[in-house]
């Protein structure tokens, strides 16, 4: 099956300051990759998807890359904000299947 | 939380007793999927219907667990009897026609005593 990895576990930034997040997946065939944020108490809220069509998607100031050859793809925060402070997931997709990364923990310090 | 509507938002139970977790998803999305998020283990596919029929069962945990979704606008989870290895969060989950983009329901969180 699908194995993702995702790095840091952690990630405590200056606000203002870029927060990046990196995920490999093993599975060649995985053609879809959203990440989620979660909020205390919340469910995961999807904030930005890629298909492996595309190498690279912007919205606003969040930003999602994605090496089909190399088999990995990064989340990019620029300009952090407190409200950014959340556990961020990304996950691979094979059809409905979605294997999840462990979650990072994002924290903006003011 | 994309218009999905989970119940109860807490429940706390008492070892062997049945528990049953409730999902109404808006109209218009053809697949339901309920999901476990856990420390240890993280976010865990349970089971995924599909236009009400139930189609990956594989990864719910034991026969204690069962689900279903009688129509398109309820689904429900049930643990019988529920153990205190059971504490968890629960999500619904749903999808258009695709399957693949998931938007999660707020969750109820489990506590088996």
């Known amino acids: 099956g699908e194995n993702v990895e995702q790095h840091p576990s952690t990630l405590s930034v200056q606000e203002g300051d870029s927060a990046v997040i990196k995920c490999t997946y093993s599975?060649?065939?995985?053609?879809?990759f959203p990440w989620y944020k979660q909020e205390l108490g919340k469910g995961p809220q999807l904030i930005i998807d890629?298909?492996?069509?595309?190498g690279e998607k912007k919205d606003q100031r969040i930003a999602v890359t994605l090496n089909k050859t190399a088999k990995h793809f990064s989340l990019h925060i620029t300009e952090t904000q407190p409200e950014d402070s959340a556990v961020y997931f990304c996950?691979?997709?094979?059809?409905?299947?979605?294997?999840f990364g462990a979650g990072t923990t994002v924290t903006v310090r003011a | 939380d994309a218009g999905v509507i989970q119940s109860p938002r807490h429940e706390v139970t008492e070892m062997g007793q049945e528990v049953t977790l409730r999902c109404k998803p808006i109209?218009?999305?053809?697949?339901l999927f309920w999901y476990r998020q856990t420390m240890m283990r993280g976010l865990e596919l349970l089971i995924y219907?599909?236009?009400?029929?139930?189609?990956?069962d594989s990864g719910m945990p034991e026969d204690r667990f069962s689900a279903k979704m009688p129509n398109a606008s309820f689904s429900t989870l049930k643990i019988q009897p529920s153990e205190p290895r059971d504490s968890a969060v629960y999500f619904c989950?749903?999808?258009?026609?695709?399957?693949?983009?998931?938007?999660f329901g707020p969750g109820t969180r489990l506590t088996v005593l």
């Open positions: 890629i298909r492996s069509n595309v």
């Open positions: 109209s218009g999305h053809n697949s």
């Open positions: 996950a691979a997709v094979n059809d409905y299947k979605l294997s």
């Open positions: 989950a749903v999808s258009g026609e695709w399957g693949d983009t998931q938007y």
């Open positions: 599975d060649s065939a995985s053609n879809y």
């Open positions: 219907f599909n236009n009400n029929v139930p189609i990956d």
